[in-house]
């Protein structure tokens, strides 16, 4: 199957900084990629939807200007959690679809997001 | 708006034995797709089994079989002859007309026993 790799895998970080963690599809054009949000022990919550060229669909509840994401290329997406607070302590995943891909979406495989 | 129920948070199986994690979904499209996917410890996201709404037989791969009841909106996953590296998070999930986002039921952890 295609390959979405993310990174960092890990990361930890004082309140009040910013992070940027990138998703990238290795040998497929992601046309579509989705970010997730998943707490421990809980199901995986759709934070945003990002077309390539275009602005997010960011989920009702989820924070735009505190969540930043860009699509600029059909093999990378960025999520940049802005001014974290130890709340925003998560597993970030995101996915990617291609053009062909109707059914499949292909995860990458998550970074962990510590806000001290 | 769409909805998947997992109403299992856990579920304990001896190796060697079958086991079913169940599933219920809600949707007012004609064209959707279920999902399974496994999640173990690492995190990472697992594809098992796929499903789409118009097909007439239930899904198999390998061990995992899809069991499919239309008019009960049920989509139950059964894992045939139960190993130790089955125990991992399950997930339930559904894509809906457009084709689009996942959406995740609740999740049921699976533990394999000796």
């Known amino acids: 199957g295609a390959v979405v790799s993310q990174h960092p895998s890990w990361v930890i970080c004082k309140s009040g900084t910013s992070v940027k963690i990138e998703c990238r599809s290795l040998?497929?054009?992601?046309?579509?990629m989705f970010w997730y949000r998943q707490f421990p022990k809980q199901s995986l919550m759709l934070m945003a939807t990002?077309?390539?060229?275009?602005?997010?669909?960011?989920e009702q509840g989820v924070e735009k200007d505190k969540f930043l994401i860009n699509h600029a290329s059909l093999t990378l997406s960025t999520l940049t959690v802005t001014s974290a607070h130890p709340e925003d302590s998560s597993f970030y995943i995101c996915s990617a679809k291609g053009l062909l891909s109707y059914n499949e979406q292909f995860f990458g495989p998550g970074t962990r997001l510590t806000v001290l | 708006a769409q909805k998947i129920t997992q109403t299992q948070p856990g579920m304990f199986v001896q190796e060697k034995e079958a086991v079913t994690l169940d599933c219920t979904y809600d949707?007012?499209?004609?064209?959707?797709?279920l999902f399974w996917y496994k999640q173990p410890s690492s995190g990472e996201m697992i594809f098992l089994i796929y499903?789409?709404?118009?097909?007439?037989q239930n899904a198999t791969e390998g061990r995992y079989s899809l069991n499919f009841q239309k008019a009960r909106k049920s989509a139950n996953l059964v894992i045939s002859a139960s190993q130790l590296g089955d125990s991992a998070m399950y997930f339930c999930?559904?894509?809906?007309?457009?084709?689009?986002?996942?959406?995740f039921g609740k999740g049921t952890t699976l533990s394999v026993s000796s």
């Open positions: 040998d497929f054009q992601a046309t579509t």
């Open positions: 949707t007012s499209d004609q064209s959707y797709g």
């Open positions: 990002s077309n390539e060229g275009s602005k997010a669909t960011y």
């Open positions: 499903q789409g709404s118009y097909d007439e």
């Open positions: 999930a559904m894509r809906d007309q457009a084709g689009t986002a996942l959406i």
